[in-house]
C-alpha cells in the first residue's frame, strides 16, 4: 500500500488533502512552493501523528482557540491532520477510559502538546491533580517519552503568562524540564491565547522537516515570533507623527498609536499585525486595544499595568523629556480634545527611524 | 456498597474528580471535588483596576468574553462611569455572540458522544450524499484502527442511540457545529479585537468603534447562525430529547436541587431595567412564585474546601485562605448558598424564571422533569431567543450609529478613582456570575468573583447538606460500575467550568446593601 493509500483509509481523500495542505501553508504566508514538500511529507509519515494534548493550569482558551481555525477546519484540523488520542476537553473517554488513551499513547511515537502551566515543585502539586496524580508527575513522565513538546500558550511558556504572576508557583513547561533535565526538545509558542496558524503552522513544520523550527532566545519559531509588532504596526505612521489616540469616540483618532492607552508593541514580538486572529476577523490594536505584550516572558507581571503607558515606553522625539512632563503635556492636550496630536507632534517633531530605534 | 472514582472527567472545562458510593445499581452518595487552582485574585490586589478585566477575562477561556464583561460592570460602578449605548450593546453582542458559541458547542462536543453510539454510522442505508460522506469518514477511521478522540469510550448502554439514520445525522451536526463554533468566536472577534480572550471590554465601554460595513458582517453572520440554531442544534435536542432520551427527560434523572437564580442580564436599556434575561429566585420548585434576587441572601460555607475558615460568611465579609492541609475538605469549590439552602444557576434556572410560552408548551406536553435532559433544551431554547434578541440589538446599535454623537466609552471616566467599590452581577451560558472590585489609593485593594460552576459544584455546606450537582448525582442509575455513564451524562448536563469556580476569595468589607443586581 502507497502512502498515499494508506493516509486515504485514515479518511482523507488526495484532492481534500492538496487544499488543506496548501490553505495551511497559504495562511501562514508560506511560499506555494513548500506545498508539494508539505504534502509529500504529512504522507510520509504515513499516520496521522499521534498528538498528547495535556492540560495543567490553564482556562482553557488555547484548545478553543485551536478550534477556532477555519482555514484548515478544526474537523480537518482533529480529524484529518491530527490524531489526537489525548485531549481531556475533546476525547471521548472519562476516569479509567481517558488514563487507558493516555497509557496507550505513551507507548508510541507522539508530539506532546502542552496548555496551561505546571506548579514547579512537589510543594505546590495540590494545586494540580488530574487522575489523583500530580499534574507536573505526570507532564515529566510525558515529556520524557515526547518526540517534541509544543508548549502553547503563555501559561505554558517561559514567565507563565498570569499564573506566572500568581502565588501557586507557576512555571512554564522549558523551565521544569531544565529544572528536570529533561532533553526533549520544547518550541514555545505564547500568546493568550495561542493563535490557531502559529499552531498548525508549527506542527506542519515539524512534519515536513521532522526536525525543531529555528528558535529565539525564549523557544519561540522565529518565523512567527522574529519581528517587532510596532515596526510591523499599520498604526506606526501616526506614532510618527505624535497622533495617539486619547478618546475612543473620535472617529478621527480611530486609527491613532495606543500607546498612551499602555499598548507594549515596542517590546513585542509577533506577527498580529500580519496575521490577523479568528479567520483574519480582527487583532487588538484594529480593534483599538493596546497590545498586551502577551507573546513575551515579561508577560504579565512585567507589563502591568496595562493601560497605562509606562516609562519604558518613549514617545518619539520627547523620549529626552522626562515621563512627568510628558504626562502633562499629553494630559493637557486631551482637555481640548482633538488638539492632542497637533500639540504632540509640534513637542516631538520628526524622528528618522533609526534614532527612534535607539529610543526603544 | 461500591466506591465509583471518575478522574479525569473530560469533556468539561478543567479538572473535575466525582467519587460516587453505588448500591443496588444507583447513586447513594457523591462528592464533587475540583482539582486546579491558579489565586488570580490575590494577585490582582495593588494593581491598577483597570488590568482586572483583562486578567479576569482569562479565567476561562471558554465562557470567553464573560468573565471580561462581568469585570468591567463591576469597574463601571467603583469608577462612576456611565457606559454609553454604543458600549453597552457592543458588550452585550460580544458576549450574546459567544452564547451562540458555547450553547452548540456544549451540546455537540461536550455532550453528544454520551448519548450516541458513533459506530452505528457504519450501518448508515441511507442515500443522503452528505451523510454518505460521513459514513464514508468514520468508516475510513475505522478501517484504519485511528478513531481517536471518538475513542476509548464508555460502552454504549440502554439510552444510548444507535439508530444509524438518527446517529448519522447527529454525527454530521457535530462536524458541522464544530465550523459553526468557529464562525461564532469570529462573529464576537469582529468588535471583539479577538476570541477567546477578547480585548474590547475596557471599563467605561469597548474600544472598537464600528463600521457600519462591520456591524452588516456580523448581521450576516447571526443569520447563518440563526439558520443553524433554530434548524439543526434545537431540532436536534428536541429529536432527542422527546425522542429515544424521552425516558431520561420524564424521570428528571439528574434533577439535584429544586432552589434556582437567576441574577438576570443584557440591558436592553441604559438604566438596566429592560433586561433580556430576567432576574428572580425559585424555591421548592414553585414555579408559579418567582421571587425577588435578595443579595443578602447570598453566603458561602468553607467547612469542606481546603480553605481557611472565616468569621464573615458572605461573599463580602468572609475571609479566606488556603489549607491544604485541613481536615474533612475534599475541594477547592467553595459552597456558597442562597438562604441557605444550594442553588442551581445556568440555563434551567434562567428559563425556570422566565418561563417562555415555547419552552413550557414542551414541558408540559412531554411531562419532562428537570435533570440532564431538560438542561439540554433549555439551553437550547434560551439560544434561539438570545440570537433572535441580537437582531434588535443591532438594530439598536446602527440607530445609536445614525445619531451625531454616538459613543462608546466613557472617557471622562477612565482614570481610577481614589476609592470606590462595585458589584458586577450577571447572566453568563453557565448562569450567574458576580464580580466584586473595591478600590483604595486608585488600586485593587479586593477582588472576588462567584462564579456558576461553584454555585452547581459546590460541596457540601457546613450544615452537611450537599451541592447542587451532588444531590443531583443520587439515585442515577449505573447498573454497571465499570461504565458510568449517566455520571457523565449528569455531570455534563450542567456545562460545568472549573477553571471559573476555583480561585481564592478575598477578605472584603464591602457593604452588601450597595450592590445593585441586574445588569
Known sequence: MGNFDLLKVKGVSRRDFMKLIAATTAALGLPELIVPQAANAVEKALNKPPVMWLEGMDCTGCTESALATLNPSPAELILDMLSIRYHETVMAGSGHKAEEAYQDTLKEKFILVVEGSTPGTAKDDSFCM????????????AAQKAQAIIAIGSCACEGAGIPGACESGAIGVAELLRNEGIKTPVINLPCC?????TLIGTILYYLTYQKVPPLDSQGRPVVFYGSL??????????????????????????????ILKGCKGPKTYTDCAQVWWNDNANYCINAGSPCSGCSEKDFYAGFSPLYAKQEMFKLPGIGQVDADTVGVVIGGAAAVGLGVHLIATAASGRLSKKDHKEDM | MAKVVIDPLTRIEGHLRIEVEVENGKVVDAHVIGTMYRGIEPMLRGRDPRDATYVTERVCGVCAGSHGWASSLALDKAFGANVPAGGRIIRNLIVGAMYLHDHPLHFYHLSALDYIDVMAVAQYQGK???????????VRLVTAGDTAPLTPRYKPDDFSVNDPELVTMAVAHYLKALEMQAKAKKMSALFAGKQPHQSSIVVGGVTMLPTIQVVEQFRSMLFEQIEFIEKTYLQDVLTFGTGPLLPLAQAGVGGGSPHYLSYGGFARDNEGKDLFFKAGVIMDGNLSKILAVDEKKITEDVQYSWYKASAGKTPYTEDTIPDLEKKGAY???????????????????????????????????????????????????????????MLTWLDALEKEMGSKDFRIHDTEHWEAPATGQGAGMTEVPRGSLGHFVKVADHKIENYQMVVPTTWNFSPRDDKGVPGPLEQALIGVPVPDLDNPVNIVRVVRSYDPCLACAIHLIDPVTNNVQKFQIGW
Open chain 1, 193 to 197: 491565547p495561542v493563535k490557531p496558524a
Open chain 2, 331 to 389: 475541594t477547592f469549590v467553595k459552597a456558597p448558598r442562597y438562604d441557605g439552602k444550594p442553588i442551581e444557576v445556568g440555563p434551567l434556572a434562567r428559563m425556570l424564571v422566565m418561563q417562555p410560552k415555547g419552552l413550557m408548551d414542551i414541558i408540559a406536553k412531554y411531562n419532562i422533569k428537570p435533570g440532564a435532559v431538560a438542561r439540554h433544551a433549555a439551553r437550547a431554547y434560551e439560544t434561539v431567543l438570545m440570537a433572535q434578541d
Open chain 2, 128 to 138: 443522503d450524499p452528505g451523510l454518505l460522506a460521513v459514513k464514508d469518514k468514520i
Open chain 1, 229 to 258: 509588532l510596532h515596526d510591523n504596526c499599520p498604526r506606526r505612521g501616526h506614532f510618527e507623527n505624535g497622533d495617539f489616540l486619547t478618546d475612543w469616540n473620535d472617529p478621527i483618532q480611530k486609527e491613532y498609536c495606543l
Open chain 1, 130 to 141: 488530574i487522575g489523583g496524580r500530580p499534574f507536573r508527575k505526570i507532564l515529566i513522565e
